[in-house]
């Protein structure tokens, strides 16, 4: 079993920035690939970014691409999300989840509670 703890989330202007930390306890994450997904209201939930289990390499959606940066510490116990140059349209619970670290959520066993971004215009 894995917990996972979102944290960081808030309200910020357009144009700022906001990191999301994601504690795991239970299990060392360096066995899982995680990855971020976001739902913002009416809508399905979205993939934005996942690190792989070994090697650590990346993939962003689009959306994001040169504006969010994915990372995870040496331990192994904490991946955060950096998010530089927010949009409104950015505005959504952020999920932590750990799993394949694919860009599919179906992918995922383990899934934090979330946490909150606004992104006021």
């Known amino acids: 079993q894995v917990q996972l703890v979102e944290s960081g989330g808030g309200l910020v202007q357009a144009g700022g920035s906001l990191r999301l930390s994601c504690a795991a306890s239970g299990r060392s994450l360096w066995q899982y690939g995680m990855g971020w997904f976001r739902q913002a209201p009416g809508k399905e939930r979205e993939f934005v970014a996942s690190?792989?289990?070994?090697?650590?390499?990346?993939r962003y959606a689009d959306s994001v691409k040169g504006r969010f940066t994915i990372s995870r510490d040496n331990a192994k116990i904490t991946v955060y999300l950096q998010m530089n140059s927010l949009k409104p349209e950015d505005t959504a619970v952020y999920y932590c989840a750990a799993g394949t670290g694919s860009a599919y959520d179906r992918e995922y066993d383990y899934w934090g509670q979330g946490t909150q971004v606004t992104v006021s215009s």
């Open positions: 690190i792989s289990r070994i090697v650590g390499s990346t």
